[in-house]
């Protein structure tokens, strides 16, 4: 009887609305739902793992440590000297521009490209069924296709180097700026909109003139956002023959030459953390 007790007010506890008295005055809180939240997710954690084939998996904890020793010990790599080690990272500035620009011209052709399709698919803009609903399904189609993928298709078209890089963002940029711009359009105010189209001026005028100037500060934020992603894309991409500072890695990881390894990996924390400060620097001038 009395564990019966305990575990009813241990449940009471967890998932039982807190009162409290106030002026004579008795408020009820809302039970919270993070408890049951974080055992839902243990459930499914658990529901899962019976799936995951565990039989021949063991945790090399020894070889991680090893591996980083390798990776910050230009003794035991190719580089033999700190003075070697900090060379090859000097080199890594040409891939490390190819890099950025492969990201810049992807993610602004994919920005320009998605403008146009982002008007056609707002359902706002278009008001026609069938002109804005086939556009949605081809950019939500689009997203579905990994960017590894895109670049892969485009290795065979474009061979290696870093035009299929640029083609495979270009087709993530695309998708991910369109379905984000189109949802952003159609929560506008749509007064001004309707009251030049009542006017005599066309759709475009209307747009140019009602839209944009709403949309222009929350397309900058989508662009910068989606540039920061493709940064990291780009280090992917070079293990398919994209080129950039990902195909740097490729080939130490391939020839097992871990101090460059770790070379590569100190640019591309400074490359993002360099990156994610000045874009969150352009953000707040945009707020």
Same mark, same amino acid.
């Given at each position: 009887?009395?564990?019966?007790?305990?575990?009813?007010?241990?449940?009471?506890?967890?998932?039982?609305?807190?009162?409290?008295?106030?002026?004579?005055?008795?408020?009820?809180?809302?039970?919270?739902?993070?408890?049951?939240?974080?055992?839902?997710?243990?459930?499914?954690?658990?529901?899962?793992?019976?799936?995951?084939?565990?039989?021949?998996?063991?945790?090399?904890? $020894?070889?991680?440590?090893?591996?980083?020793?390798?990776?910050? $010990?230009?003794?035991?790599?190719?580089?033999?000297?700190?003075?070697?080690?900090?060379?090859?990272?000097? %080199?890594?500035?040409?891939?490390?521009?190819?890099?950025?620009?492969?990201?810049?011209?992807?993610?602004?052709?994919?920005?320009?490209?998605?403008?146009?399709?982002?008007?056609?698919?707002?359902?706002?803009?278009?008001?026609?069924?069938?002109?804005?609903?086939?556009?949605?399904?081809?950019?939500?189609?689009?997203?579905?296709?990994?960017?590894?993928?895109?670049?892969?298709?485009?290795?065979?078209?474009?061979?290696?180097?870093?035009?299929?890089?640029?083609?495979?963002?270009?087709?993530?940029?695309?998708?991910?700026?369109?379905?984000?711009?189109?949802?952003?359009? %159609?929560?506008?105010?749509?007064?001004?909109?309707?009251?030049?189209?009542?006017?005599?001026?066309?759709?475009?005028?209307?747009?140019?003139?009602?839209?944009?100037?709403?949309?222009?500060?929350?397309?900058?934020?989508?662009?910068?956002?989606?540039?920061?992603?493709?940064?990291?894309?780009?280090?992917?991409?070079?293990?398919?023959?994209?080129?950039?500072?990902?195909?740097?890695? $490729?080939?130490?990881?391939?020839?097992?030459?871990? $101090?460059?390894?770790?070379?590569?990996?100190?640019?591309?924390?400074?490359?993002?953390?360099?990156?994610?400060?000045?874009?969150?620097?352009?953000?707040?001038?945009?707020?």
């Amino acid at each position: 009887m009395n564990s019966k007790v305990e575990s009813r007010s241990l449940l009471q506890k967890i998932f039982g609305k807190k009162s409290y008295i106030v002026n004579g005055k008795t408020i009820v809180k809302p039970r919270s739902k993070t408890p049951l939240i974080v055992l839902i997710c243990l459930a499914v954690f658990i529901f899962f793992w019976q799936f995951i084939p565990t039989k021949n998996l063991t945790l090399k904890f $020894d070889q991680l440590t090893v591996l980083i020793k390798k990776m910050f $010990d230009p003794s035991s790599g190719k580089s033999q000297t700190w003075d070697g080690w900090f060379s090859y990272m000097w %080199e890594l500035r040409r891939s490390v521009g190819e890099t950025l620009k492969m990201v810049l011209i992807g993610t602004l052709a994919g920005a320009v490209i998605a403008l146009p399709f982002s008007i056609i698919a707002a359902q706002n803009v278009s008001r026609k069924v069938w002109l804005y609903q086939p556009v949605r399904l081809f950019v939500n189609f689009i997203r579905t296709i990994p960017t590894v993928v895109l670049a892969v298709v485009a290795m065979f078209f474009c061979g290696l180097g870093a035009l299929p890089g640029i083609v495979s963002i270009t087709i993530f940029s695309f998708g991910l700026l369109t379905k984000m711009l189109y949802e952003i359009i %159609e929560t506008v105010d749509m007064g001004p909109f309707e009251a030049l189209e009542a006017n005599g001026a066309n759709k475009l005028q209307a747009f140019k003139m009602a839209i944009v100037p709403q949309l222009l500060p929350v397309f900058l934020g989508y662009f910068i956002y989606t540039f920061e992603i493709n940064v990291r894309a780009s280090v992917i991409l070079g293990y398919v023959g994209a080129g950039g500072i990902g195909a740097e890695l $490729d080939n130490a990881m391939s020839n097992m030459y871990y $101090d460059h390894v770790g070379a590569v990996v100190v640019v591309l924390f400074f490359l993002v953390l360099i990156i994610q400060g000045l874009t969150s620097y352009i953000r707040g001038k945009l707020a």
